[in-house]
């Protein structure tokens, strides 16, 4: 029976031909190729191509946020993104550290938010101090008074309907309250989390501030594209068993050794039609199977459907 070098593989027939294959010693590498970065610790959820569509989406969310801020302060302003990246959730959030920012979540329903916008108290404070048209304030550590708040809660809710107007899936809303020194959100730390850093700097002014869009990776799919049959999960035997079906599928080249001999460039130079060279290998010797130049099998001369062949022994 003849068989095809791709036929069917046992497990470890595939991992003695992996082992065969091996990088050659010696074998050039090209410097020049472009590889992508890939950390196993950092969040992976988007490929390059969504992270893509994703910057352009963080890049509509600056310039909504650039006429929802010289709305509000009646000055013009200028947005731009800092920083547009995925990360988990124990990345962005350390339990042990207190943190006095202010946060607010927004979502379609105030029960069902699914981020949330996050500002330093010196640039909370700054930000209402020029809605109360008295400037920034130079006390950074104080506690936000009632009217703060509420002003904060309206900077929030235009920085929340610039974020709505480049996400067209739904309607969203802040939250009513502000969260300090807790995370109006439970995210656990494997949650995904998608982050926009926003830099706010008045035209007429060299000052400038910082706010966050935090929201779950999951809520942008639309945006970036990502199909839901892709997130559909696997059982390790389900992935073991769609790789292994793939390798068996990978054309390999094998090569038959009938043997090999040595001799000086004279001889080389006077071979003419009809002499013999003779191999270091006797007739009853098996021929070598090579797999990318390593021993793989072994066989003996045979023919078959008119070709040259090599029976496996």
């Not at 013999?276 to 199977?289: F, H, R, S």
């Amino acid at each position: 029976m003849t068989l095809s070098a791709v036929d069917k593989l046992s497990k470890e027939k595939i991992q003695q031909l992996l082992a065969a294959v091996g990088q050659r010693g010696g074998q050039s590498v090209d410097t020049d190729i472009e590889a992508v970065e890939y950390d196993w610790r950092q969040c992976q959820y988007f490929d390059l191509a969504q992270c893509q569509r994703l910057d352009e989406f963080a890049a509509q969310v600056a310039d909504q946020c650039t006429q929802a801020f010289s709305r509000l302060f009646n000055r013009p302003y200028e947005i731009s993104i800092v920083e547009a990246s995925q990360n988990f959730a124990k990345d962005l959030f350390d339990p042990e550290t207190e943190s006095t920012d202010c946060r607010i979540a927004f979502g379609v329903r105030p029960d069902d938010a699914f981020g949330i916008i996050t500002v330093t108290r010196p640039t909370a404070l700054a930000w209402t101090g020029q809605l109360l048209g008295g400037g920034e304030t130079s006390d950074e550590d104080r506690e936000l008074s009632t009217l703060e708040e509420s002003l904060l809660l309206d900077v929030a809710a235009g920085l929340t309907n610039a974020f709505s107007l480049a996400y067209p899936p739904a309607d969203l809303s802040p939250a009513a309250a502000i969260a300090c020194r807790t995370l109006p959100i439970v995210w656990s730390d494997d949650d995904e989390l998608y982050r926009i850093v926003i830099e706010a700097k008045p035209q007429d002014s060299g000052s400038s501030s910082q706010a966050e869009f935090i929201v779950l990776c999951r809520q942008l799919e639309p945006i970036a594209g990502k199909d839901a049959a892709q997130q559909a999960t696997l059982s390790p035997a389900e992935v073991e068993k769609a790789i292994l079906e793939h390798i068996h599928d990978i054309p390999v080249a094998i090569t038959a050794k009938l043997g090999t001999v040595k001799v000086d460039v004279g001889a080389i130079m006077g071979l003419e039609v009809d002499d013999i060279l003779i191999l270091d290998k006797k007739i009853n010797e098996p021929v070598e199977l090579l797999l990318n130049d390593n021993p793989f099998h072994h066989g003996r001369p045979a023919q078959a459907e008119g070709c040259y062949a090599v029976a496996i022994v």
